[in-house]
T-cell receptor, first 109, second 114 residues
Framework: GQNIDQPTEMTATEGAIVQINCTYQTSGFNGLFWYQQHAGEAPTFLSYNVLDGLEEKGRFSSFLSRSKGYSYLLLKELQMKDSASYLCAVRDSNYQLIWGAGTKLIIKP | IAGITQAPTSQILAAGRRMTLRCTQDMRHNAMYWYRQDLGLGLRLIHYSNTAGTTGKGEVPDGYSVSRANTDDFPLTLASAVPSQTSVYFC?????????????FGPGTRLTVL
């Protein structure tokens, strides 16, 4: 079966750094996506990794290790507006996205 | 540019009734998707369309049907709603080509079936 695992919830402090992990087991791999979803809103695209390594985009970075079936999203200089759910998704051999249940990130002042 | 719109925003429906959720995009994207999102579960693909005139089944297609008569519209129909179809429904679209082929989501429809 196909499986995407993420922690259910994490708490961090404003101004700090947080790492959200994602492990996956899928039939094939054609890229990994991270999306942000604020409560009651639609998911919005954050990052895409298809090769091993780190992709940096402002305060957000995403890392991929295909051999380990592992990715993480790193958020720096946390702001209150970063309170949201973060969704990890893998594109499988059929080019369909398989989604994790999401990690709810709570930012405290 | 609106991107993707969905209607209605929310709906309460009696079990057994027929319901069509509407989705329209103005980005001229080839591919469109319907997902449902339930608490504690990841987004699950219901149906998809790689291009106008074609559709395919996703992970949870039973009880739902779709059509893709043109590029812009991708309605989702529940022929006879059941309480287990209570969920938030998201429509998404993508170019349908390229390495990234990012999916962009509509605002969602919150459906309650009683």
């Amino acid at each position: 079966g196909q499986n995407i695992d993420q922690p259910t919830e994490m708490t961090a402090t404003e101004g700090a750094i947080v790492q959200i992990n994602c492990t996956y087991q899928t039939s094939g791999f054609n890229g990994l996506f991270w999306y942000q979803q604020h409560a009651g809103e639609a998911p919005t695209f954050l990052s895409y990794n298809v090769l091993d390594g780190l992709e940096e985009k402002g305060r957000f970075s995403s890392f991929l290790s295909r051999s380990k079936g592992y990715s993480y999203l790193l958020l720096k200089e946390l702001q209150m507006k970063d309170s949201a759910s973060y969704l990890c998704a893998v594109r499988d051999s059929n080019y369909q996205l398989i989604w994790g249940a999401g990690t709810k990130l709570i930012i405290k002042p | 540019i609106a991107g993707i719109t969905q209607a209605p925003t929310s709906q309460i429906l009696a079990a057994g009734r027929r319901m069509t959720l509407r989705c329209t995009q103005d980005m001229r994207h080839n591919a469109m998707y319907w997902y449902r999102q339930d608490l504690g579960l990841g987004l699950r693909l219901i149906h998809y369309s790689n291009t106008a005139g074609t559709t395919g089944k996703g992970e949870v297609p039973d009880g739902y049907s779709v059509s893709r008569a043109n590029t812009d519209d991708f309605p989702l129909t529940l022929a006879s709603a059941v309480p287990s179809q209570t969920s938030v429904y998201f429509c998404a679209s993508s170019e349908g080509s390229g390495d990234t082929d990012t999916q962009y989501f509509g605002p969602g429809t919150r459906l309650t079936v009683l």
